[in-house]
């Protein structure tokens, strides 16, 4: 029976052509599925046999172990190069787009608070 290794919602293509190449590369068999058409499901890479499992998990985490340095060394030099992104940079560059999902979480904020106000009265 087929084992799930990575739902592909969310995910990079080059992190998702990676990990087919190391499973391509240890010679584990695998098969993917694509997206639903209504956007419901997000595909995955799945593994065909039980017994190849143990051993994409244990490459499948020490490719994330790798990929997880690697990006996190990437936010370091671009933190100490001053290149990083922060709120005030978002702010000055797009301020609409800011402002309108600071008034969406406001907007939220408020509609959750209501049922408590609305029953405190």
């Not at 995910?11 to 956007?39: K, M, N």
């Not at 499948?60 to 922060?86: F, S």
């Not at 978002?90 to 787009?97: H, N, Q, T």
Request: charged share 25%; glycine share 8%; hydrophobic share 45%.
């Amino acid at each position: 029976m087929s084992k799930l290794l990575l739902h592909l919602r969310n995910v990079p293509d080059e992190e998702a052509d990676g990990v087919r190449a190391f499973l391509d590369a240890h010679r584990i068999a695998w098969y993917q599925t694509r997206p639903g058409p209504l956007g419901i499901t997000g595909g995955a890479i799945w593994i065909k046999h039980d017994q190849d499992y143990p051993q994409a998990r244990r490459l499948m985490d020490t490719y994330q172990q790798e990929l997880r340095e690697r990006v996190r060394a990437g936010l370091a030099d671009a933190r100490a190069r001053g290149e990083d992104e922060t709120f005030a940079d978002m702010l000055r560059e797009r301020p609409g787009w800011v402002l309108v999902r600071v008034l969406a979480i406001l907007a939220l904020l408020a509609l959750m608070a209501l049922p408590g106000y609305l029953l405190w009265r």
